[in-house]
């Protein structure tokens, strides 16, 4: 379990990390120190889980670009280049390079976007 609610998910009180962040077949994803760093994840939002204001592109154009544009991203692993709350953020750290394949694998991320299931 990663959360006890929503308000839980998006605070600093949740579970989620390196070791909770999976994927689909429960697999470690590469954080920072591996090779290839993959630990920016693609969510878009604020630290609240809210989208930013209308206007304030940070969705690659909802979910549709793959070029131009950027997205929010946080950090599954909760490590970043300095030791602020945006850099242990799991969901609102940065905003990509853009909304490339490449883009995204030189912000340190691969385009994965996580899913929570509620118990």
Same mark, same amino acid.
């Given at each position: ?5 929503? @308000?839980?998910?998006?605070? #600093? ?6 070791? /909770?962040?999976?994927? $689909?077949?429960?697999?470690? %994803? ?20 809210? @989208?930013?204001?209308?206007? #304030? ?6 979910? /549709?670009?793959?070029? $131009?544009?950027?997205?929010? %991203? ?46």
């Amino acid at each position: 379990m990663v959360a006890t609610s929503v @308000a839980n998910l998006h605070s #600093d009180q949740n579970n989620l990390n390196k070791e /909770t962040a999976l994927t $689909e077949r429960g697999e470690v %994803v590469k954080g920072r120190g591996d090779t290839p760093n993959q630990h920016d994840i693609l969510t878009g939002s604020q630290p609240d889980g809210t @989208a930013f204001a209308s206007g #304030d592109d940070s969705t690659c154009g909802n979910w /549709t670009k793959s070029g $131009e544009g950027a997205a929010g %991203v946080g950090h599954h692993d909760r490590i970043g280049l300095r030791d602020d709350a945006p850099s242990k953020s799991w969901n609102s750290s940065h905003k990509s390079r853009g909304c490339s394949d490449e883009a995204l694998v030189a912000t340190g991320g691969a385009g994965y976007i996580y899913c929570f299931a509620a118990k």
